[in-house]
């Protein structure tokens, strides 16, 4: 069973704001590609509900935001 802590909605969408940005100053990544997608298909869908964090349960579908929590809390 995940052990790891369930990411607060409003958190997890903070985080996910600051991955993006930290994002945007690159000229390229992997994580910058994965945010790319990300955004670009919950616009496309126009329901902030499809981007990656609520892809699973708890708001941990996005590594970039779980790792941001994890360190932090």
């Given at each position: 069973?995940?052990?790891?802590?369930?990411?607060?909605?409003?958190?997890?969408?903070?985080?996910?704001?600051?991955?993006?940005?930290?994002?945007?100053?690159?000229?390229?990544?992997?994580?910058?590609?994965?945010?790319?997608?990300?955004?670009?298909?919950?616009?496309?869908?126009?329901?902030?509900?499809?981007?990656?964090?609520?892809?699973?349960?708890?708001?941990?579908?996005?590594?970039?935001?779980?790792k941001i929590f994890d360190s932090k809390y």
């Open positions: 069973m995940d052990d790891k802590k369930p990411i607060p909605e409003e958190v997890a969408l903070q985080i996910c704001e600051e991955v993006r940005e930290l994002n945007k100053k690159k000229k390229f990544s992997l994580a910058k590609g994965q945010c790319w997608g990300c955004m670009k298909y919950s616009q496309k869908k126009n329901d902030i509900r499809h981007r990656c964090i609520f892809g699973e349960e708890n708001n941990r579908g996005c590594y970039l935001v779980n």
